[in-house]
């Protein structure tokens, strides 16, 4: 018996490791994206979405061994929550994969037109900020932190804020400009996938309350944003 539990201790020690790897994997996506397109380096942004299928494969083997640890274990109470939370984690660490990808193609586009600084900067903000969400959403799921986490998700409409000036700004310039509308077409998008990373990094901070506590954060409402 104690030697069943043993494994099953380090099952979900395993499993732990590997959400912390596709952590930082999607982390560096995202940093290395945002620093493609501020930098206007094409090549960097290249290797962002060249990644993005390790990032998957992790994902599918996080997947898979969560699924087979409840199927032949069958947890109960704590472990059964790390297990459900694992699935959980590691799809919104994938998605925030993919946004990354997405904004990496959005800098090859943008590093052919002409510099834009004046917009350059409020996305630097915006995405420094992103980034500080997701890593602090990271480190309470690799602490056991519930108060770290419970400060995410308490300041995830920060964000939402930074999108909706970005936003106005943006459209602005393109109103201001038929010039400019192309390439602030392709912030706006880059701006839109930031503010998905955003929400994706509070899901996390949701995931791991619930994991720690086994009771749900209460939703709260968006921001409205001229988007609708």
Same mark, same amino acid.
């Given at each position: /018996?104690?030697?069943?539990?043993?494994?099953?201790?380090?099952?979900?020690?395993?499993?732990? !490791?590997?959400?912390?790897?596709?952590?930082?994997?999607?982390?560096? =996506? *995202?940093?290395?994206? #945002?620093?493609? #397109?501020?930098?206007?380096? %094409?090549?960097?942004?290249?290797?962002? *979405?060249?990644?993005?299928?390790?990032?998957?494969?992790?994902? @599918?083997?996080?997947?898979?061994?969560?699924?087979?640890?409840? !199927?032949?274990?069958? %947890?109960?109470?704590?472990?059964?929550?790390?297990? +459900?939370?694992? @699935?959980?984690?590691?799809?919104?660490?994938?998605?925030?994969?993919?946004?990354?990808?997405?904004?990496?193609?959005?800098?090859?586009?943008?590093?052919?037109?002409? %510099?834009?600084?004046?917009? /350059?900067?409020? &996305?630097?903000? /915006? $995405?420094?900020? +992103?980034?500080?969400? #997701?890593?602090?959403?990271?480190?309470?799921?690799?602490?056991?932190?519930?108060?770290?986490?419970?400060? *995410?998700?308490?300041?995830?409409?920060?964000?939402? =804020?930074?999108?909706?000036?970005?936003?106005?700004?943006?459209?602005?310039?393109?109103? $201001?400009? !038929?010039?400019?509308?192309?390439?602030?077409?392709?912030?706006?998008? *880059?701006?839109?996938?930031?503010?998905? &990373? $955003?929400?994706? !990094?509070?899901?996390?901070?949701?995931? +791991?309350?619930?994991?720690?506590? $086994?009771?749900? @954060?209460?939703?709260? %409402?968006? #921001?409205?944003? /001229?988007?609708?």
């Amino acid at each position: /018996m104690e030697h069943t539990l043993r494994a099953f201790d380090e099952e979900l020690a395993l499993l732990k !490791a590997e959400l912390s790897r596709l952590g930082g994997l999607a982390e560096a =996506e *995202v940093s290395d994206a #945002l620093a493609s #397109l501020i930098t206007r380096d %094409p090549r960097l942004a290249q290797q962002v *979405v060249e990644r993005d299928v390790k990032l998957d494969q992790l994902e @599918l083997q996080i997947e898979d061994r969560a699924t087979r640890l409840m !199927a032949l274990r069958q %947890p109960v109470a704590i472990d059964l929550r790390r297990a +459900v939370a694992a @699935l959980k984690l590691s799809a919104n660490l994938e998605r925030c994969g993919d946004l990354a990808k997405n904004i990496a193609k959005r800098a090859l586009i943008v590093s052919e037109t002409e %510099p834009m600084a004046p917009l /350059m900067r409020p &996305i630097e903000r /915006m $995405g420094r900020l +992103v980034l500080r969400r #997701l890593r602090d959403a990271l480190d309470a799921h690799s602490r056991d932190d519930l108060v770290l986490a419970q400060e *995410v998700w308490s300041n995830d409409r920060e964000v939402d =804020e930074h999108y909706e000036s970005l936003f106005r700004e943006l459209l602005t310039y393109m109103m $201001g400009d !038929a010039r400019t509308i192309a390439p602030c077409t392709h912030l706006l998008f *880059v701006a839109k996938n930031l503010e998905r &990373i $955003g929400d994706h !990094a509070t899901n996390i901070a949701e995931i +791991v309350h619930y994991e720690i506590t $086994g009771e749900q @954060l209460t939703a709260r %409402p968006k #921001l409205e944003t /001229m988007e609708g």
